[in-house]
């Protein structure tokens, strides 16, 4: 049974052969972000991802009701 | 309410990713169960409090999980007083709250105790659906897994 680092090994080399780009993505990703939320609770994590998707959906509904709407 | 019913389940999908230390927005929870008769029971029994039913519900018929939908192997969308719950009898690889479980850590805080699906499985588990939105989560799920091993106290 393949674990931890082994299975990421996998997912690693099925990538490289099938799907480059989403290897060559990894690099593209903003450690800042992630170091920033590595500072947080795993808990204030998840209070804080759903705070800001509600967030994002009273604003999409805001823009929604507006003169004219969003598109 | 999960945990006060003392129903067993594995935090799996985008809010697994969020207590990982992902940075991405999440609305939904997405839980694997098991699926023995009494943890059934108990599921439906917190299910039917929070006046969880199917979605989409177009006919606005209000349709309610029942015993046999949570025995079988399907994804379950429903929507809830407390916002959307996605019950995944499985995921990829027909893998199941008792195959998942060696791939699980406990976050804990305060009194709350969860069972999240560990960054690794989470990615194997992207990986194999294989559908747009999961291959484009794979970036960031991958890169957190590199930073987290530069961290190892975080929980």
């Known amino acids: 049974m393949l674990m931890g680092d082994e299975l990421v090994i996998a997912v690693r080399a099925f990538l490289a052969e099938h799907d480059p780009d989403v290897l060559a993505a990894v690099e593209d990703v903003d450690r800042s972000l992630i170091q920033s939320e590595l500072r947080r609770s795993p808990i204030e994590r998840l209070v804080a991802s759903v705070q800001q998707a509600r967030f994002y959906e009273r604003l999409a509904a805001s823009r929604k009701s507006a003169p004219g709407g969003s598109r | ?155």
């Open chain 2, 1 to 155: 309410m999960l945990i006060e019913g003392n129903v067993e389940f594995i935090v799996v999908g985008g809010a697994a990713a969020v207590l990982s230390g992902v940075p991405i927005v999440t609305k939904d929870l997405d839980i694997v169960h098991r699926r023995s008769p009494e943890n059934v029971a108990r599921l439906l029994l917190v299910l039917s409090k929070l006046d969880a039913h199917f979605r989409p519900d177009f006919a606005q018929r209000k349709l309610r999980p029942r015993e046999s939908d949570l025995t079988g192997h399907g994804h379950l969308n429903f929507d809830t007083t407390f916002g959307p719950l996605d019950v995944l009898c499985e995921v990829s690889g027909a893998r199941g709250f008792d195959e998942l479980m060696p791939y699980t850590t406990e976050v804990s805080d305060f009194e709350m105790k969860l069972r999240v699906l560990d960054l690794p499985m989470l990615i194997t588990v992207k990986s194999e659906a294989n559908r747009p939105k999961d291959r484009m989560a794979l970036p960031i799920l991958m890169a957190t897994l590199d930073e987290r091993k530069k961290s190892p106290g975080d929980g």
